[in-house]
Structure formats: C-alpha cells, structure tokens
C-alpha cells in the first residue's frame, strides 16, 4: 500500500488580498464613524444634554412651586390673622356699642323713672287738693245736714 502525503490547505492564506481586504475594512469603519457613529454620539449628547436641562427645569419648577406654597401658606396665616383681628375689633366695638346703648336706655329709664314718680307725685298733690276740697264740701253738707240749717263761710 502506498501513502499518499497530501498537502494541508491553509484556511487562511496571507496574500495581497488581506492587506485589501483589511484597507477596505479600515476605510469602512473611518466612514461608518465619520456618517454614523459620531452623529450618533452627537444626537445622544444632546439627548443627554436636553435631559438635564429638563431635570433643572423640573428642579426650578418644584423650588417655585414650594416657593408659591410658601406664599399661599403664608398669606392665608395673614388674611386669618386680619381676620380675627377685625372679629375681635368688631366685637369690642360691639360691646362697647352695645354698653352705650344700655347706658343709654338706662339713663332713658332713670329719666322716664323720675318724670313718672313727678307725675305721681301731682296728681297725687292733685287729688289730695281735690280731695280736700270735696271733702270740706261733704262735711259741710253733712253738718248742714245734722244741724239742718245753712252755714255760711266767712
């Protein structure tokens, strides 16, 4: 039997070939970088870019928006601040009104209270001169009466 030697092929042979084959490569890459890669580097950083001035923005928005708070709050502490204040005033003027006017309508009554006892008091003085009056007519009568003859006053 006879061996036959046979000669291995390479899979890979290094020839003028490969320095093309990898120039072509190089300058494949130079303008996938040049036409895509960096514009899309480019577009990413402005993406990144645009999101950070976004979060700022949302940062500033909530620091106002804490800040409107703030204000609100501390505008409606002042308005209930004004307005118990101006319930209290309204209160003391009441009251000191109200005062007023019953010492008013005391005074009043004491006054109505002193021309009511005057008034008593004259008619009182009043039938009492009436009565005296009337009461020395009846006695005369009754005297002329018992004495049955007129008396004449002097």
Do not use: C, W
Request: net charge negative; no cysteine.
């Amino acid at each position: 039997m006879e061996i036959e030697i046979t000669r291995a092929v390479a899979l890979i042979s290094i020839n003028a070939t490969l320095f093309v084959q990898l120039i072509s490569f190089l300058i494949f890459m130079v303008l996938i970088s040049r036409l895509m890669y960096h514009p899309l580097q480019d577009i990413m950083a402005e993406r990144d870019r645009q999101i950070e001035r976004m979060k700022e923005e949302m940062a500033a928005a909530e620091a106002d928006l804490e800040d409107i708070f703030y204000k609100i709050e501390y505008q409606t502490r002042e308005v209930k601040e004004e307005a118990f204040a101006f319930q209290q005033r309204l209160e003391k003027d009441g009251s000191v009104e109200a005062d007023t006017l019953f010492s008013g309508v005391a005074d009043e009554i004491e006054r109505l209270n002193q021309e009511t006892k005057q008034e008593v008091q004259r008619q009182i003085q009043d039938v009492r001169q009436h009565l005296a009056e009337e009461s020395e007519k009846v006695s005369r009568i009754i005297m002329e009466k018992a004495l049955d003859r007129r008396l004449v006053y002097e």
